[in-house]
């Protein structure tokens, strides 16, 4: 039978399946696919890895990760595929894991060796208690010390005592306040403590011109660095404080005019100056320079005009006369606006930190209390066992009033009690002098009582008002300095302490505790 060919434009197209069978493969386009395939299972794995290791990270095989991760040599397939080397990570409830043993990072060889320490060197000879002990170990060495310095303390200091937990937690307490405290470290610093006070002794603070006489007056600048000192020379100086040098900054001579007493206004602008036998006084101007004698004030009828105070609210000056009279007068005008009078004659007056209150110590013994406002007494009250009132000081806290006798003792009242008690007793009784007080001052915290008699040399105390004891190390000395003492002051923060004594010096003295001037 005869076939009749068609055309190859008109022959029918095969079935798909024959069709892909039949079709013949390019040169090299199995190879391309094997690799396509390839890089898809290869870029798939990749994936399965990066999901695996954020698993373990997020729930908690870090460790196995990071130990993995250190086998630098293993390849990164082979570190997270799970082996039998996996399945011994888990322990069993009764296997404890063996931790390895921290060793020190440094070991100093010196400190395990019985070294001797040669006693006979100058320094150690107060240590030696024979003739055989010319060397010692460094153990007893240092308990040789440990002892000598409680006999010279009379114990062991209260800090020294507890075991070294206690002293980790003190320690930790100390961070705490730290990190609570803000602003000013002087101000808010740690509470002083008792028992020895932590002092430096300076540079005379009127070094760069002593005075030809005694001095009688000594006072730290309200605002500024700077010291005030004042005495029978006629002179009235001015010291910039540094504790080293002490340059002068200015000093001013009055002629035929032995200063008594001299004071800071409130402000800090001028100095009030009096002498023993004058009616007339000084005002000394720093910012202008100008010294203005003052030969009368209207409404005083004194013969002289010698103690005062200056008042707290400023701009004022209270001036004790004589048959117990108190007379205020302003600086503006030069009168008295106001008179007051207690039993006696007056002995000493304080402030109140606020300036509303005046206590006046009479010559008596009794303590009078005066409203500046109504200019009226609102209490009396008797100084303990005291015959002859000569001094009076009232804190700035607030809290104290100190009161000083011509036997020496000085009672340590409560402020409060004082207001509102006719019979206070005192907190304190502080008998360490044994003539009569003629000084005292409070530091600006309140922590802080000096205490002073000018009719004996060295008769000066600091009494830690906390506690009410006294400071044990002052005045401590080798060389005598401080002398019979007329007059005390400290710096307005308490970083220095200061006196002005018979010799024409004032001593100055860093008290470590405080950190500012």
């Known amino acids: 039978m005869d076939v009749m060919k068609l055309p190859a434009e008109d022959r029918p197209d095969p079935p798909a399946q024959s069709r892909r069978r039949a079709a013949p493969l390019e040169p090299g386009g199995e190879q391309r696919k094997r690799q396509k395939n390839a890089c898809l299972v290869a870029a798939l794995a990749e994936e ?96 040789r010390i440990r002892e000598q310095f409680e006999k010279s303390m009379g114990g062991a200091p209260s800090w020294a005592d507890g ?101 800071f206004s409130r402000d800090g602008e001028m100095v009030i100056a009096t002498s023993l036998k004058n ?37 004022a000056l209270l001036l004790s006369g004589t048959n117990g009279y108190l007379h205020l007068l302003t600086l503006k005008t030069k009168e008295v606006i106001s008179s007051m009078k207690i039993n006696g004659d007056v002995g000493a007056v304080a402030f109140s930190r606020d300036g509303g209150k005046i206590f006046a110590l009479s010559d008596e013994g009794e303590v009078y209390v005066w409203d500046m406002r109504s200019r009226r007494c609102v209490n009396t009250f008797p100084d303990d066992g005291c015959v002859r009132g000569t001094a009076i000081a009232a804190s700035l806290s607030g809290q104290h009033l100190a009161c000083g006798s011509q036997s020496g003792v000085v009672n340590i009242y409560s402020q409060e009690a004082c207001l509102n008690s006719a019979n206070p007793k005192p907190l304190k009784s502080v008998m360490n002098l044994r003539t009569s007080v003629t000084s005292l001052t409070f530091n600006p915290s309140s922590e802080i009582l000096a205490v002073a008699s000018r009719v004996e ?58 950190r500012d001037f």
């Open 279 to 315: 009616k007339m006084f000084y005002l000394y101007d720093m910012m202008e320079g100008r010294v203005t004698p003052v030969h009368a004030i209207r409404g005083l009828n004194e013969a002289r005009v010698k103690e005062f105070s200056v008042c707290p609210e400023g701009g």
């Open 48 to 143: 399965q890895r990066s999901v695996k290791m954020l698993e373990e990270l997020v729930f908690g095989a870090e460790e196995q990760l990071l130990g993995r991760l250190g086998q630098e040599e293993e390849p990164q397939s082979e570190m997270l595929v799970g082996g039998p080397e996996d399945e011994d990570l888990g322990q069993s409830e009764g296997e404890t894991q063996q931790q390895p043993i921290r060793k020190a990072v440094w070991v100093d060889e010196d400190d395990e060796l019985e070294e001797e320490v040669n006693m006979m060197h100058r320094y150690r000879r107060d240590l030696v208690r024979g003739g055989a002990e010319s060397a010692m170990t460094k153990q007893k060495l240092q308990q």
């Open 163 to 263: 075991a070294v937990n206690k002293i980790e937690e003190d320690e930790e307490e100390d961070e705490d306040d730290l990190l609570r405290r803000t602003g000013d470290l002087v101000a808010s610093s740690d509470r002083l403590p008792s028992g020895a006070l932590r002092m430096k002794k300076c540079l005379h603070a009127n070094a760069a011109r002593p005075s030809d006489d005694g001095l009688t007056t000594v006072q730290f600048h309200p605002s500024a660095q700077v010291v005030m000192t004042a005495g029978l020379d006629q002179s009235v100086s001015l010291f910039q404080v540094d504790g080293k040098t002490n340059p002068k900054i200015q000093s001013i001579h009055l002629e035929s005019f032995p200063v008594h007493q001299a004071r």
């Open 457 to 514: 040399d060295e008769a000066v105390r600091l009494v830690h008002v906390p506690s009410l004891t006294v400071f044990p190390n002052f005045p401590v000395t080798k060389k005598k300095i401080v002398y019979r003492t007329s007059c005390m002051d400290f710096s307005p923060h308490g970083g220095f302490f200061s006196l002005a004594n018979n010799k024409g010096h004032a001593p100055l003295f860093r008290l470590l505790h405080f």
